[in-house]
Every structure is written in C-alpha cells, then in structure tokens.
C-alpha cells in the first residue's frame, strides 16, 4: 500500500526547497525576473545567440522538419554542421512549453531560472541521500553548487549549456546507488539506478559536449576509487563495473542520433581538440580559486582578474566553502582509525574527487597570478601538472577550457564543506539556536557569490524587421555590420548575437552568424565575393570587383539571394566603422530601394 502521509512531507519538503532556491536564483539574476519576457539573460555577445539556440531547436523540427545538429540559416547559403557547437538540446527541449506562451526569450530566461533550482536540488539530494548530511548542511551544500560565481559568469556570457550543471548532481546520485546496490546484491543484476545513470550521461551529452567529456572522467574517477582504493574482491569488482558498463550502454544508445552526425562530421575533419598550449591559457589560475572575480558585488577590491577574463576565469571557491571543507578535513584525517569502513569509504571518496578535479583543472601546467613559467637561476622553470597526461586521452583530454571543471570540483567539495558544517552544528543542542546559526553560512555564501545587477541584454527586435517578417520570399537578410566567429576564429566584426538573434522574429536565412569549431571553408567561401568581402572589411575601400555593378549584383542578388539589407548605425558608430561608403555602395551599385530608416536603423530591399 502506498504511503500517502510519507509522499506529502517529501513533496511538502521538496516544494519548500526549490521554492528557497527560485527566491535565491530570483536574487542573485536581478533584474532579470523584472524583464523576463523582453531581455535575455547575459551580455550582448554569446547570450542572444544562445538564445537562438532554443528557437533553432524548436523552428527546424517542427516547422522545417530536420536535424537541429545542421543549419543554412546562418552562414547562408551554406549548410554548416551544428554538432561540436554549444548545444544545449536539453535546455532547449525544457523552452518548449513555455516558447508559446512567453515567447524564446521568456521561455530562456524561465528555464535558466529552473536550472538553477535543479542544481540546487540534485546536490541536496546527492549530499542527504549519499552523503550523509544533515538538512540544512545539504541546502548549504547546493546553495555552493548552484550559485558558484563560475556558473553565475557563464550564466553572465549567456552560456546556458555552461550554466546548466544539473544533470551533473542527479546522475552521481543514481550511480551512487546504483554501485552500493549493485554491491549488496548477491550476483550481478542489472539495475534500474545504472539504466537511469546512462539515461542522464545521455541527456549530457545532448546538453553539452565539454561537460560530457568531464563527466566521463568523473566516471572513471569513481570507478577507480571503488576498485583500488577500496580493494575489492575479484566478485565484488566484476559486480562493481556491471553498473558503469550497464550506464555507458545506456547512453550509447540515447545518444546515438546525435553521436552519429558527431562522429561523420569528426572524421570530416572538424576536430575539437585543443593543442596543449592552448590548454595551458585555458586554465584556472591557482589564484583565482581563493579571491573573487572583478563582478564581484562587495568584494570587487579584493577581486583578482585572469587573463582569460571573467567569464573563463572565474573558479572562486568562496571563503565560507574552503574554510568548511578544511575543517571537515582535518577533522577527517584525524579520526580516521575510528570511522567506520562504509562511512570512511564515501568520505573518502568525496575528498579524492575533489582534489583529483583541482588539480585537473589547474591544466598542464601550473599558472599561479596570471605566471606559469619563473626565472630561477638564469633558467626558464615551469611546473608540469597530471593533466598533460589526461590530455592524451582521446576527445576527453583535448577539451579547450579546464577551467571547466570547476562543477565537478564543486559537485563533492560543497558535501565536504557541507559536512564541516556539520561538525560545527553538532556542538549545538538548542533548536533554535541550531536554526540561527544555520542560517548564517547561507548568507555568507550568498554575500561572497553575489555579482548583482545580474547583466541582461534588450532583444526586443528593433522595427526595421516588420517588413521583412511579413515577406514570404524567404530571401535572405544581410545584416551590417557583417561577421562570422567560431570561438577560434574570426571573420568581419567580432560576434554581436542579437543581430544573429534577431532571426527568431522575421525568420528569413542570414549570414552573420556564430558557431564554434565550424571549418575554415566556410569562411573563405565569403572573401572571394565581390562586394561581400567589402562589407567583411568596410575599413578598405571598395576594389574594382566591389564597384563592378554585374558582378556585384550577379554576387548578391543571384548567388546569395538577398533580399533585405539593414544598416545597424548604433552599432557601426559604437565600433567606430564609417557607414557612409556601405551606404553609397548599396544604393548606387545594388540599386537597393530605402524602405525605413530611424535613428539606430535603415532598411533597404532589393527587388
């Protein structure tokens, strides 16, 4: 018989939670709430065009009836692979409900918010139901997790793929589990935990590719621990690994339509990989572990600035988690004889994770204060770290940005500060009492992690676009300033992803646009057109090609279909770009007919 009582209070429980998250996640992205339907969520560069992504995912299955993982709406006329891009096919999916109602923008915003919350819930339920810890130490554990200043400075640049750390937590618990049962039983079974711990690798890697790479390192981390440190018997070993093998079957599987279109267009020769060097600029600064970003709300004169910027650079563990965790620590290391085996095994484990992702993600080399190689004695000194060793592993150690990591570090050093504090509420016996100072580490965390006003960008389209969302052509928009970016590689004007984002209304192929890893083909496609390779570089004057009025209108008008032209002057005057010549050029050579124009805008459509 089903216990109703007992079903209430854990639904009674877990709307209470996630209720205290939202309120947090609420706070700490204002103004965001206060705009939810007409600004999206980061800055005007990578934000809007992740933004896209949730309306592409959307727009090509149910209105064009094809593969998200491919696209000619941007980069038109060519179609350009979308399979090492910054996915975030789960995120997008959890749009869906909401696009209808609140629009792409509101939907975005609505799912950050609720991704936010699931962290926060995967962790609590991870660092009760696993760990151990007691209830208020497992809020403050996903309060660390789900509001580190990494993922709020992802979240920041709009990375939504990046921001998105839940699966993360949710998927450690059901392995967990799915181990400590496999254990108990008397043979190897197969188990409903292991096939729902492959279901959530699957989701990751529909979610994103970096991550997924961290998570199966994550996999073995564990794997590993549970074999030699914990010194198995043989049967145990074999029933140990039934899970693992039962969990990556799995996510073959859920996988396989985006593994397959992944792996044809690897051995195309798009490749992810990033050479050691790069890896080494990458990665998180020793430093910047235990001083707060430059965003920092109150603690912005302390703060240390990577040379990767904000957004990369950003691995701030916070004061009140080191201080937690150290205590718990020490406390550990010195009752170590009187643990008992189960529970100095899954401490045990949580402090090998944790380091093990540290020291991963400080990359192939030590950089401490923006430093990694010393003049000692007339020498050139630099310290060699493990990861140049995981870097030859296939796919998994060519992953750009260790600094990455920071989640996975996060995901078991927030128990471990969860079980210090632990320690310190032990020595509390009042309830009340108990309660205050519960509360005060909560609020450390949230004054230590703030970086408010959280950063949003105004995507309400301007209304140059009318005209070109009520035309039923299809014929593509030429948005100046012109430019392409795939994260490595730069052509025109650095990305401005509102003007990529401004598909979503009038819904026509374009051709600026931003993808990460696409060949560099498909940029050299666009140089060697008349007039178009003057529009990529307006800083040159226009060639004699340029000038030429058959060649320059055979070019757009018949090779890339245009059909609406639109002149951002706010933006070419911000960039400082003359827009006077762009202008003539159009009119005079394309013979362009003006159909708007106000203060930031001008339209133009060839007939």
Known sequence: ??????????????????????????????????????????????????????????????????????????????????????????????????????????????????????????????????????????????????????????????????????????????????????????????????????????????????????????????????????????????????????????????????LIPTLSDYRKGINPSSPLWVQNVWAADLVAFFRPSTNSTFFNKLAFAPHQGSVEGTVFLGWTTVILAMFFIVKFIKSWKKENLKDRGIKGLLIFVSVAFFVLSLGPFLNIGNQWKWLILGKSIFIPLPFALVHKIPLIGGTQETARMNPFLLLTLSSIAGLGFDLVLGKVKEKRLKIMIGILPILFIIFEFMQIPFPTTDLRPPKVYEEVAKDSSKKAVLDLPLGFNSGNMLLGNSPIGSLQFYQTFHKHPQFRGTIARVPKENFDYYTKIPLFKYFLNSGNPPDKEDLDVTLANNALRKKLNVGFIVVHKNILSDKGISIGQSETLIREVLKAEKYFEDENTVGYKLN
């Open 1 to 258: 018989m089903l216990d109703f009582k007992h079903n209430k209070s854990i639904i009674k429980r877990l709307s209470l939670l996630a209720s205290s998250f939202l309120l947090l996640a609420i706070l700490l992205t204002w103004p965001l709430a206060k705009n939810i339907t007409t600004h999206g969520f980061g800055i005007n560069e990578d934000s809007p065009y992740h933004i896209w992504h949730n309306w592409w995912f959307k727009y090509s299955i149910f209105d064009l009836h094809q593969s998200p993982f491919y696209t000619n709406y941007i980069f038109y006329p060519q179609t350009v692979p979308l399979t090492f891009d910054a996915n975030a096919f789960v995120s997008s999916a959890m749009t869906l409900p909401f696009q209808p109602i609140l629009g792409v923008v509101g939907a975005s915003n609505i799912v950050l918010l609720i991704s936010f919350v699931l962290s926060g819930i995967g962790i609590y339920i991870l660092a009760r139901r696993i760990f151990g810890l007691g209830t208020l130490s497992a809020f403050l554990a996903g309060a660390i997790y789900a509001f580190s200043p990494y993922t709020f400075s992802q979240a920041m640049d709009g990375h939504i793929n990046l921001s998105s750390t839940w699966i993360i937590p949710f998927l450690t618990y059901f392995l967990l589990l799915s181990v400590r049962k496999s254990i108990e039983k008397e043979k190897v079974v197969v188990t409903k935990e292991a096939i729902i711990t492959g279901i959530f690798l699957g989701l990751q890697a529909y979610n994103d590719l970096t991550y997924t790479a961290f998570t199966i390192l994550l996999i073995g981390l564990i794997f590993a621990y549970h074999i030699l440190a914990l010194r198995k018997s043989k049967k145990e070993i074999i029933k140990i690994t039934a899970p693992f093998l039962i969990a990556v079957a799995v996510s073959i599987i859920i996988f396989l339509p985006g």
